[in-house]
């Protein structure tokens, strides 16, 4: 069982940069594609960002600030947060698909202060 590992998470001044990370536990492990989302207080996980085969696309109110890349066949993946806004604060979650298989980290906690 592929288990997703998240670390970066913290707390930062509105404008500031953070770096997020997610690694497999699996060094094998090929997803077809990897992903962030965030998760905020009564509300539904919302895709942040997605990478797959080095084509990467994001959600409206992160693009220019925030990057996807990957390495190792995209079984570690990164999210570079710049320029963070409040509303940018939330449960950040990798989540990884390999054929049927769906998997999720435990989620980093990213909270920006204005």
């Known amino acids: 069982q592929v288990q997703l590992v998240e670390s970066g998470g913290g707390l930062v001044q509105t404008g500031g940069s953070l770096t997020l990370s997610c690694q497999a536990s699996e060094s094998d492990f090929r997803p077809n594609f990897m992903a962030w989302y965030r998760q905020t207080p009564g509300k539904e996980r919302a895709l942040v960002a997605i990478?797959?085969?080095?084509?990467?696309n994001y959600a409206e109110s992160v693009k220019g600030r925030f990057t996807i890349s990957g390495d190792n066949g995209e079984s570690t993946v990164y999210l570079q947060m710049n320029n963070l806004k409040a509303e940018d604060t939330g449960v950040y979650y990798c989540n990884g698909v390999q054929g049927r298989d769906i998997y999720w980290g435990q989620g980093t906690q990213v909270t920006v202060s204005s």
């Open positions: 990478i797959s085969g080095g084509q990467t």
